[in-house]
Each structure stands twice: as structure tokens, then as C-alpha cells.
């Protein structure tokens, strides 16, 4: 499994931006599997947040972070990154990375097979 390591979260006003990174512990995670990224309010599910594919770097949002939210890689420096901008409360989570064996990035939690520890993002009003 590959080993990766959030960070970047912190405490924000609303109408703020952050960038958040995942460094994998192997550079070629990032080129080799499909990159996610979770998010868990307190007392919710886990939810799908973002992803990018393996081939051609095709990116798929929630509908809740479209147009607000960006995916990309960094495949030289092994890290996935998650650019938040015009963040809420409803914002406020733990962001987890994961990865994916290649192939249609998938919105499903149980689709990833690596997890890191998570990074918290709090928004206030």
C-alpha cells in the first residue's frame, strides 16, 4: 500500500482559500494510481471530495466543491494537491488523500485502497 501524508489544513474565514498536499512517501504513486481526495465533518460519512486520473490527468468533482475546488499532480515531486477557494463552514472536515489502482477514478470510499492520516480544514463565519 502506498504510504501518504496530508498537510496544509488549518483555520480559515469563510471566503478564504487554502491549498492542500499529499505527499506519497514513493514519487510514483502519484504517477501510477488514480489520487483522491475525502472529506469527514464531525458526525458525517466520508465523502467524496475529488479526483485524478491516472491517464491524461482528467479530473472529477463533487457537485458541493465544482468550481470551487481543484485537483491537480505534481508527478516530479510525488504530491497531489487540492486547491480550496470561497470556503464555508459546510467546508469544515478532515481531507484525506487515498489512491486507487488505475482506472476510471471512482467516487466510492471502499474504491481506494491507501489512506493517509488526514489534514483539518475549519472554516469560520
Known amino acids: 500500500q502506498a504510504q501518504l501524508v496530508e498537510s496544509g489544513g488549518t483555520l480559515v474565514q469563510s471566503g478564504d482559500s487554502l491549498r492542500l498536499s499529499c505527499a506519497a512517501a514513493?514519487?510514483?504513486?502519484?504517477?501510477?494510481?488514480?489520487m483522491g481526495w475525502f472529506r469527514q465533518a464531525p458526525g458525517k460519512e466520508r465523502e467524496f471530495v475529488a479526483a485524478i486520473s491516472r491517464v491524461g490527468s482528467t479530473t472529477y468533482n463533487a457537485d458541493s466543491v465544482r468550481g470551487r475546488f481543484t485537483i491537480s499532480r505534481d508527478s516530479t515531486k510525488g504530491t497531489v494537491f487540492l486547491q480550496l477557494n470561497s470556503l464555508t463552514p459546510e467546508d469544515t472536515a478532515v481531507y484525506y488523500c487515498?489512491?486507487?489502482?488505475?482506472?476510471?477514478?471512482?467516487?466510492?470510499?471502499?474504491?481506494?485502497?491507501?489512506w493517509g492520516r488526514g489534514t483539518q480544514v475549519t472554516v469560520q463565519d
Open positions: 487515498a489512491a486507487a489502482q488505475p482506472g476510471t477514478p471512482s467516487r466510492l470510499v471502499g474504491s481506494y485502497e491507501s
Open positions: 514513493d514519487r510514483r504513486t502519484v504517477m501510477w494510481y488514480t
